[in-house]
T-cell receptor, first 114, second 114 residues
Framework: AQSVTQLGSHVSVSEGALVLLRCNYSSSVPPYLFWYVQYPNQGLQLLLKYTSAATLVKGINGFEAEFKKSETSFHLTKPSAHMSDAAEYFCAVSEISGANNLFFGTGTRLTVIP | NAGVTQTPKFQVLKTGQSMTLQCAQDMNHNSMYWYRQDPGMGLRLIYYSASEGTTDKGEVPNGYNVSRLNKREFSLRLESAAPSQTSVYFC?????????????FGPGTRLTVL
């Protein structure tokens, strides 16, 4: 079965600093990969996704992620954190063949310090 | 365009009681999903419906039943609630259920079973 690991359940950064949230997947066949964001008391919203086109994927709100097959990683970055980025971020994976069933990581809560 | 709506937003049940969580989408999507979110565990798929008239088990289906009432609506039923079912429940939908599809999430239902 597919799985993803998110290192760090909590990450704190200062406003204006680089945001780096880590995600590693376990699969012999590179899957499709997604980053979702959840603001307090809301549902999840797609930030970006990798579907085997470009390995560097740009998403909403200035976020981007790079698919690295050699490292089985799909880390999320943003050059300069904003207070409004404070939220919980989930990495998810779906298999290339089969239904659109997502397997989520355990999430990383991002705190932005003013 | 409301997207994915869920009712109720909050519910408290006693052990053994039953209830149905309602979900509707107005995006003309074919596929719908039910997830539960528990602290430190990310989201886990309970059931999904690839298309109208079909339903399939996900990762954690025990204790739940679902009905795809029509293309718009997908309900989740707890026949005899247990404290282990205390969780936040999210409904989601996607266009055709392909592995690359974006899933769109509702705002969630927070359920407490005493």
């Amino acid at each position: 079965a597919q799985s993803v690991t998110q290192l760090g359940s909590h990450v704190s950064v200062s406003e204006g600093a680089l945001v780096l949230l880590r995600c590693n997947y376990s699969s012999s066949v590179p899957p499709y990969l997604f980053w979702y964001v959840q603001y307090p008391n809301q549902g999840l919203q797609l930030l970006l996704k990798y579907t085997s086109a470009a390995t560097l994927v740009k998403g909403i709100n200035g976020f981007e992620a790079e698919f690295k097959k050699s490292e089985t990683s799909f880390h999320l970055t943003k050059p300069s954190a904003h207070m409004s980025d404070a939220a919980e971020y989930f990495c998810a994976v779906s298999e290339i063949s089969g239904a659109n069933n997502l397997f989520f990581g355990t999430g990383t809560r991002l705190t932005v310090i003013p | 365009n409301a997207g994915v709506t869920q009712t109720p937003k909050f519910q408290v049940l006693k052990t053994g009681q039953s209830m149905t969580l309602q979900c509707a989408q107005d995006m003309n999507h074919n596929s719908m999903y039910w997830y539960r979110q528990d602290p430190g565990m990310g989201l886990r798929l309970i059931y999904y419906s690839a298309s109208e008239g079909t339903t399939d088990k996900g990762e954690v289906p025990n204790g739940y039943n679902v009905s795809r009432l029509n293309k718009r609506e997908f309900s989740l039923r707890l026949e005899s609630a247990a404290p282990s079912q205390t969780s936040v429940y999210f409904c989601a939908s996607s266009l055709i259920g392909a592995s690359t599809d974006t899933q769109y999430f509702g705002p969630g239902t927070r359920l407490t079973v005493l």
